[in-house]
């Protein structure tokens, strides 16, 4: 049932598009906004308050889901909840036009673009890497969390990675709310809060991350790849942009004359997607064994 929902929700997710309120941002920007508002969050919330955050929802539906104990309830709320986190519509359009102005030759219009599916500065250099990362965030992190954790898992590491996202957008913004146009952003100043939820993402990433560079190196170049991960599989203090990009970069061999702001990019988002597909086969093969259900 978990390869099932997997297929069906990325087929979907390919050929509907998805309305802006159903995906996770939204909602888990209403839900942070919700706290706020009976001030059971704040900017200088613990290590301990934001782990209740992000896992109280997560424990709600895993109890739901226990006391139902019915085979299609699990089926239509995997697919359901896969719908909402799996995917990344927006920066979907966004990088076909930035790839739509990079054939125009206007660089300007591709920074503008590429800042709008967060490459920080608009730096033309970074738009390959920061795909890779979106990637790894919005596709491959989620399965890894579905297929170890289930409906819960994909549930709790959504929350938090979206959690981290509003307090760097924050701290982008001088800690002043009023910069930020997305009412949701409340009072969350980047100070205590964005801090603990950085601590609380390295730990969540850190075996996903490293099996989605596994991933890299087995679809790419497999000695410098493996060369790259390996060093890191027990690093500890590496955040996980850093190891995933770095894999990456040395999985994919990027010719001089094809570093530009069209072929760099291309070529890691086509590793990324042979790096979902290793995924799928690779939980396809553990159904079959029956490591997966």
């Known amino acids: 049932m978990t390869l099932i929902s997997l297929l069906i929700v990325m087929a979907l997710e390919r050929v509907t598009s998805k309305a802006p309120e159903w995906h996770v941002h939204a909602l888990v920007g209403k839900y942070i906004q919700f706290l706020q508002k009976r001030n059971w969050f704040s900017d200088t919330a613990s290590v301990v308050s934001i782990l209740l955050?992000?896992?109280?929802?997560?424990?709600?539906?895993?109890?739901?889901?226990?006391?139902?104990?019915?085979?299609?309830?699990?089926?239509?709320?995997?697919?359901?909840?896969?719908?909402?986190?799996?995917?990344?519509?927006?920066?979907?359009?966004?990088?076909?036009?930035?790839?739509?102005?990079a054939v125009r030759k206007d660089f300007e219009a591709c920074s503008l673009h590429s800042l709008s599916f967060g490459n920080e500065g608009g730096d033309l250099d970074k738009v390959g890497q920061q795909l890779v990362f979106i990637n790894?965030?919005?596709?491959?992190?989620?399965?890894?969390?579905?297929?170890g954790l289930g409906v819960p898992g994909v549930i709790l590491y959504s929350i938090a990675k979206e959690l981290q996202l509003f307090a760097h957008k924050m701290g982008a913004c001088g800690n002043n709310p009023d910069e930020v146009n997305d009412e949701v952003m409340g009072d969350f100043q980047k100070q205590?809060?964005?801090?603990?939820?950085?601590?609380?993402?390295?730990?969540?990433?850190?075996?996903?991350?490293?099996?989605?560079?596994?991933?890299f190196f087995i679809v790419g170049h497999f000695s410098r790849g493996l060369a790259i991960w390996l060093p890191l599989l027990l690093d500890t203090k590496s955040n996980a942009r850093d190891v995933l990009i770095n894999v990456a970069i040395a999985s994919e061999e990027v010719e001089a004359d094809q570093k530009n702001c069209?072929?760099?990019?291309?070529?890691?988002?086509?590793?990324?997607?042979?790096?979902?597909?290793?995924?799928?086969?690779?939980?396809?093969?553990?159904?079959?064994?029956?490591?997966v259900a």
Do not use: S
């Open 136 to 147: 790894y965030r919005q596709y491959a992190a989620v399965i890894v969390a579905f297929i």
């Open 262 to 291: 069209i072929d760099e990019p291309c070529i890691l988002v086509r590793l990324v997607k042979r790096n979902i597909l290793f995924m799928l086969v690779g939980v396809a093969v553990l159904t079959m064994v029956g490591v």
């Open 53 to 101: 955050i992000i896992f109280a929802p997560a424990l709600l539906v895993f109890i739901i889901d226990l006391l139902l104990d019915n085979g299609l309830v699990t089926f239509i709320l995997q697919l359901a909840v896969l719908w909402i986190c799996l995917g990344c519509p927006i920066t979907r359009k966004n990088y076909k036009l930035y790839l739509q102005a």
């Open 192 to 215: 205590d809060a964005e801090l603990a939820i950085d601590k609380i993402m390295h730990v969540i990433d850190w075996i996903p991350v490293r099996l989605t560079g596994l991933g």
